[in-house]
Structures are given as structure tokens and as C-alpha cells.
């Protein structure tokens, strides 16, 4: 199994920046690719960003093109989320997830770990 736990969300003003991460554990050998994905009340989980655990290509949604940044520290086993001119709409729980398949993927069924979600608040 594998294990991903998430931190460094907290409220930020509009305009701002924010660093999460994402620290894996277990066996993260079985991990071909990271991503982020967020989710307010009542809406789907979104997909933010995705890179591969090897490094590789990023692939963002068009939402955060241009001001998220994904990465990773392969020696630290954790996956980064830079997050710039942060915007309320970014507002969410930002969950990070890891799947078994090498590739770039959007979906949320396509990752088969995920971590307890980090709390993103941006005030206007």
C-alpha cells in the first residue's frame, strides 16, 4: 500500500501565494504518477495538475495554467504544489493522489492512492 499525506494548507488573501505538499510513503515504487485535485461542498473532485513520479511532463487544467506549479523531490518521496495570484474560486480542498499507470491522466478513477485532502482558503 501506499500512503500520501498532505499539508500546508491555510487561509490566504487574494493575490498570494501558497506551497502544499505531498509526502508519500510505503510502496511508492508502485507509483507511476502524482497528482492534485480539489473539491468544494457539493461539487466533483476537480483535477489542478499532474506529473510524472519520475519526473516528466506537467499537464495542469486551464483553470491554473500559468500559476500553479506541480514538482516533486524524488530523494524526499513528495510532490509539490505551487500555487500563485491565488484567486477564491481556488477555495477547496486540494487532495493529492497517486496512481499505479504510466501516463497522464485527468479523472479521478484513473488514481488509485489518495491522501486526506489539505484545506485551501483564499479570501477576497
Known amino acids: ?7 500546508g494548507g491555510r487561509l490566504v488573501q487574494a493575490g498570494g501565494s ?12 508502485s507509483v507511476h504518477n502524482t497528482a492534485w485535485f ?3 461542498p457539493g461539487k466533483e473532485r476537480e483535477f489542478v495538475a499532474t506529473i510524472g513520479w ?8 486551464d483553470v491554473v495554467k500559468g500559476r500553479f ?3 516533486r523531490d524524488s530523494a524526499k ?10 484567486k477564491p474560486e ?6 493529492c493522489a497517486g496512481g499505479r499507470r504510466s ?18 482558503t483564499v479570501s477576497s
Open 77 to 86: 518521496n513528495t510532490v509539490y504544489l505551487q500555487m500563485n495570484s491565488l
Open 103 to 120: 501516463g497522464y491522466y485527468t479523472r479521478s478513477d484513473d488514481y488509485d492512492y489518495w491522501g486526506q485532502g489539505t484545506q485551501v
Open 18 to 29: 501558497l506551497r502544499v505538499s505531498c509526502v508519500a510513503s510505503g510502496r511508492t515504487f
Open 38 to 40: 480539489r473539491q468544494t
Open 54 to 61: 519520475s519526473g516528466g511532463n506537467q499537464y495542469y487544467a
Open 90 to 95: 481556488d477555495t477547496a480542498i486540494y487532495y
Open 1 to 7: 500500500q501506499v500512503q500520501l499525506v498532505e499539508s
Open 69 to 71: 506549479t506541480i514538482s
